[in-house]
């Protein structure tokens, strides 16, 4: 070996080149991807105190770093295990370049012991020379990054490493939602089956070892039995450390309100795999039925079902923007030309708000979005309006869609028709063919005057020719009933929830809890699956303390909501400070950050059922409230504000279904405060947490 004092030699393609000191780490750098040889030499003093010098390095034979924009080192563990100890942290102080002193001798601390057991693992496991390392990975959401990941046959351990092995209670709950988030959002993982846990790893002392459902309290010396538990190799391999890391395989699943904004920002809706897969048979029905009506100038009614997060709206608004309508477009009797040929319409104001609120926080104009029912009926109604300039009409939430009677009222108008019949109406008075697409949820009914329900939508086309009926087997009863041809389409009902990444048993669990006899064995059953899952059930009779868990599970991610919610029809949560603001924007709560007095993060103004319909939340505060409460085995409302409105028929069932849209709207989890100084809620938080929610 040449030496010199700062100088090194390269070799490349049989030549030599003498390098600088800079130039000579460049070189070590550029190694991993071109193959070169690095033939450092031996300074006469180090060149800094905490960060290794590429020219201290004894090369044997280089190991090759598989590393990309997504993680500082990636490589078979064997090849790990052989590194130099250097080599290493080399790498993960060029890929961390705001590595700090601290954090460099963190890394020469905790590295070499994971070598050591990585080695250890290499040799003893079945197929552990094929086993994955993966250092300073990039978490899903962007802001954090896990220290060290493990690919083994089967599952996927997130490893944390700490030297004196204590751990604060909200960084557990950080880390254990690193291997949800990985398990919700890599490609490679949930929707493949695979196992992903998090191992907290002591190196410095001796803890005692716990095992919780996403998170293991382990020493360094026992990580090879941590990795035992969940190897699997007669029947799985490990996933290739190359497809782990490649950049695409993350691909967090956004909330409506962020497609929404995603779409203002760059014209498009995004792609996201596991919802395309989920919805992309019911675009293609409903296009294709779209298509067919232009081409027999005909007219068609589609139902769209789906449980509670599902992506109906998602469908929905991806539709209302396919560009290839502007070519099915026809000439009206006016001589101008349908200009936007779909459009998407909703009842649920909050909904409509909340959209326009980020159309014009993103300076967008142009094409319309969202418009309200409630304004489209009223334009398109009078005798002498005009007619729609769309060929589409997108109904969302159809199966809250007004009476007849909700309708008069509302637009004091003794002839009003229900808003199906409006529909249907408006409709054929479209030049050529046109298509109206209903977007039903289930059990969803919360305002008096939607309780007609899908029955409504047969009404509305009984008696009118050339119409065509499609949808889900489970909606023809409806219309056979009165002797209506229906075509059933399974892939018209959307049975899986995208909104509770792969918790989908969460509607189930809701719907079971608010039943007239919910079953406390079948309720902890549906809880485990969703715990197995990710999902999150929690109770707790302190409202402060629900705050100060949120605040503090979500304070590095300002992405992210979370708000109370609570039932419009309670009296008793006045004396907590949560009272119903009745001037709340559902805009800005939704959408504006943490020092926005009106964002929902500071966990001021409650949301009742009515601004949260057809939204979501990462996580959800619910206060229960004492109108809808367990007296003996059943459920009772006999303490909620009454009705006015003196054509409700059943307030019971609108309690319940106020309730399961409370429940389904957190993403993430859902955390339930009963506060303990209401007595009339103590045998309801009892049944809570039997029903499977963990007490915080």
Same mark, same amino acid.
């Given at each position: 070996?040449?030496?010199?004092?700062?100088?090194?030699?390269?070799?490349?393609?049989?030549?030599?080149?003498?390098? %600088?000191?800079?130039?000579?780490?460049?070189?070590?750098?550029?190694?991993?991807?071109?193959?070169?040889?690095?033939?450092?030499?031996?300074?006469?003093?180090?060149?800094?105190?905490?960060?290794?010098?590429?020219?201290?390095?004894?090369?044997?034979?280089?190991?090759?770093?598989?590393?990309? %924009?997504?993680?500082?080192?990636?490589?078979?563990?064997?090849?790990?295990?052989?590194?130099?100890?250097?080599?290493?942290?080399?790498?993960?102080?060029?890929?961390?370049?705001?590595?700090?002193?601290?954090?460099?001798?963190?890394?020469?601390?905790?590295?070499?012991?994971?070598?050591?057991?990585?080695?250890?693992?290499?040799?003893?496991?079945?197929?552990?020379?094929?086993?994955?390392?993966?250092?300073?990975?990039?978490?899903?959401?962007?802001?954090?990054?896990?220290?060290?990941?493990?690919?083994?046959?089967?599952?996927?351990?997130?490893?944390?490493?700490?030297?004196?092995?204590?751990?604060?209670?909200?960084?557990?709950?950080?880390?254990?939602?690193?291997?949800?988030?990985?398990?919700?959002?890599?490609?490679?993982?949930?929707?493949?089956?695979?196992?992903?846990?998090?191992?907290?790893?002591?190196?410095?002392?001796?803890?005692?070892?716990?095992?919780?459902?996403?998170?293991?309290?382990?020493?360094?010396?026992?990580?090879?039995?941590?990795?035992?538990?969940?190897?699997?190799?007669?029947?799985?391999?490990?996933?290739?450390?190359?497809?782990?890391?490649?950049?695409?395989?993350?691909?967090?699943?956004?909330?409506?309100?962020?497609?929404?904004?995603?779409?203002?920002?760059?014209?498009?809706?995004?792609?996201?795999?596991?919802?395309?897969?989920?919805?992309?048979?019911?675009?293609?029905?409903?296009?294709?039925?779209?298509?067919?009506?232009?081409?027999?100038?005909?007219?068609?009614?589609?139902?769209?079902?789906?449980?509670?997060?599902?992506?109906?709206?998602?469908?929905?608004?991806?539709?209302?923007?396919?560009?290839?309508?502007?070519?099915?477009?026809?000439?009206?009797?006016?001589?101008?030309?349908?200009?936007?040929?779909?459009?998407?319409?909703?009842?649920?104001?909050?909904?409509?708000?909340?959209?326009?609120?980020?159309?014009?926080?993103?300076?967008?104009?142009?094409?319309?979005?969202?418009?309200?029912?409630?304004?489209?009926?009223?334009?398109?109604?009078?005798?002498?309006?005009?007619?729609?300039?769309?060929?589409?009409?997108?109904?969302?939430?159809?199966?809250?869609?007004?009476?007849?009677?909700?309708?008069?009222?509302?637009?004091?108008?003794?002839?009003?028709?229900?808003?199906?019949?409006?529909?249907?109406?408006?409709?054929?008075?479209?030049?050529?063919?046109?298509?109206?697409?209903?977007?039903?949820?289930?059990?969803?009914?919360?305002?008096?005057?939607?309780?007609?329900?899908?029955?409504?939508?047969?009404?509305?086309?009984?008696?009118?020719?050339?119409?065509?009926?499609?949808?889900?087997?489970?909606?023809?009863?409806?219309?056979?009933?009165?002797?209506?041809?229906?075509?059933?389409?399974?892939?018209?009902?959307?049975?899986?929830?995208?909104?509770?990444?792969?918790?989908?048993?969460?509607?189930?669990?809701?719907?079971?809890?608010?039943?007239?006899?919910?079953?406390?064995?079948?309720?902890?059953?549906?809880?485990?699956?969703?715990?197995?899952?990710?999902?999150?059930?929690?109770?707790?009779?302190?409202?402060?303390?629900?705050?100060?868990?949120?605040?503090?599970?979500?304070?590095?991610?300002?992405?992210?909501?979370?708000?109370?919610?609570?039932?419009?029809?309670?009296?008793?949560?006045?004396?907590?400070?949560?009272?119903?603001?009745?001037?709340?924007?559902?805009?800005?709560?939704?959408?504006?950050?943490?020092?926005?007095?009106?964002?929902?993060?500071?966990?001021?103004?409650?949301?009742?059922?009515?601004?949260?319909?057809?939204?979501?939340?990462?996580?959800?505060?619910?206060?229960?409230?004492?109108?809808?409460?367990?007296?003996?085995?059943?459920?009772?409302?006999?303490?909620?504000?009454?009705?006015?409105?003196?054509?409700?028929?059943?307030?019971?069932?609108?309690?319940?279904?106020?309730?399961?849209?409370?429940?389904?709207?957190?993403?993430?989890?859902?955390?339930?405060?009963?506060?303990?100084?209401?007595?009339?809620?103590?045998?309801?938080?009892?049944?809570?947490?039997?029903?499977?929610?963990?007490?915080?």
């Amino acid at each position: 070996m040449r030496r010199s004092s700062g100088m090194g030699i390269i070799r490349w393609c049989g030549r030599e080149a003498l390098l %600088t000191r800079p130039a000579c780490h460049a070189a070590y750098r550029l190694h991993f991807r071109c193959k070169t040889q690095v033939i450092p030499c031996l300074p006469q003093k180090p060149w800094s105190l905490d960060r290794p010098d590429p020219a201290s390095l004894a090369f044997g034979e280089l190991v090759e770093n598989l590393a990309n %924009t997504t993680c500082g080192w990636a490589s078979d563990l064997p090849s790990f295990s052989s590194a130099s100890l250097d080599e290493v942290v080399n790498a993960l102080t060029d890929f961390v370049r705001e590595s700090t002193p601290e954090q460099i001798r963190a890394w020469r601390k905790s590295i070499k012991p994971l070598q050591q057991q990585s080695d250890q693992i290499a040799r003893s496991q079945p197929t552990g020379a094929q086993y994955g390392a993966i250092l300073e990975y990039i978490m899903p959401e962007g802001m954090h990054r896990a220290d060290a990941i493990l690919l083994i046959s089967g599952a996927v351990l997130v490893i944390e490493l700490k030297g004196d092995g204590v751990w604060q209670p909200e960084y557990l709950e950080q880390v254990a939602d690193y291997a949800r988030r990985l398990f919700w959002f890599h490609t490679l993982c949930g929707a493949e089956n695979v196992k992903v846990h998090t191992v907290l790893v002591s190196y410095g002392r001796e803890i005692e070892e716990e095992q919780h459902e996403w998170h293991t309290r382990a020493n360094i010396s026992n990580l090879l039995n941590v990795v035992r538990r969940f190897d699997r190799p007669d029947e799985a391999k490990p996933i290739p450390v190359a497809e782990f890391i490649q950049p695409l395989t993350n691909q967090p699943s956004l909330s409506l309100v962020q497609a929404a904004r995603r779409y203002f920002a760059e014209h498009a809706l995004p792609h996201i795999k596991r919802i395309d897969a989920i919805t992309s048979g019911a675009i293609e029905e409903c296009m294709s039925a779209i298509r067919s009506a232009h081409a027999t100038q005909s007219r068609r009614l589609i139902l769209l079902s789906g449980v509670p997060g599902a992506g109906k709206t998602f469908v929905g608004l991806k539709i209302a923007h396919e560009p290839t309508l502007e070519n099915l477009a026809e000439t009206q009797p006016n001589g101008e030309k349908v200009t936007v040929p779909a459009v998407f319409l909703s009842g649920n104001g909050p909904l409509v708000e909340v959209l326009q609120y980020e159309l014009k926080r993103a300076g967008g104009g142009g094409r319309v979005f969202v418009r309200g029912v409630k304004d489209f009926v009223r334009r398109y109604s009078s005798k002498r309006a005009s007619t729609p300039p769309h060929h589409v009409l997108i109904f969302d939430e159809a199966q809250r869609a007004w009476d007849s009677a909700k309708v008069r009222a509302s637009h004091d108008d003794a002839q009003a028709m229900s808003e199906p019949e409006a529909f249907i109406q408006f409709a054929e008075r479209i030049t050529g063919w046109s298509v109206v697409i209903a977007l039903i949820g289930d059990g969803q009914e919360i305002h008096t005057g939607e309780e007609g329900g899908i029955g409504q939508w047969a009404d509305a086309v009984a008696h009118r020719p050339g119409w065509s009926v499609m949808g889900p087997p489970r909606l023809a009863r409806f219309f056979s009933e009165k002797g209506l041809a229906f075509k059933t389409c399974d892939s018209l009902h959307l049975a899986t929830s995208v909104r509770f990444n792969f918790a989908a048993g969460l509607s189930d669990w809701a719907a079971e809890l608010v039943s007239d006899n919910p079953s406390s064995a079948r309720l902890q059953a549906l809880a485990m699956d969703l715990r197995a899952n990710g999902y999150q059930l929690r109770i707790t009779r302190s409202l402060q303390a629900a705050k100060e868990f949120l605040w503090g599970k979500y304070r590095h991610l300002p992405e992210a909501r979370f708000g109370i919610l609570m039932s419009s029809r309670d009296r008793d949560l006045a004396k907590y400070g949560l009272v119903q603001n009745r001037f709340l924007r559902p805009g800005p709560w939704y959408g504006d950050p943490e020092d926005s007095p009106s964002s929902c993060r500071r966990l001021q103004d409650p949301a009742t059922e009515f601004a949260a319909q057809g939204l979501e939340l990462d996580h959800v505060l619910l206060a229960w409230g004492s109108d809808f409460v367990l007296e003996g085995q059943k459920w009772s409302n006999a303490n909620a504000k009454r009705y006015k409105d003196r054509t409700v028929k059943d307030p019971m069932q609108l309690r319940r279904n106020a309730y399961r849209v409370l429940l389904t709207r957190g993403r993430e989890g859902v955390l339930l405060c009963l506060p303990d100084g209401i007595p009339a809620l103590n045998q309801t938080y009892e049944f809570l947490a039997a029903a499977g929610c963990e007490k915080v």
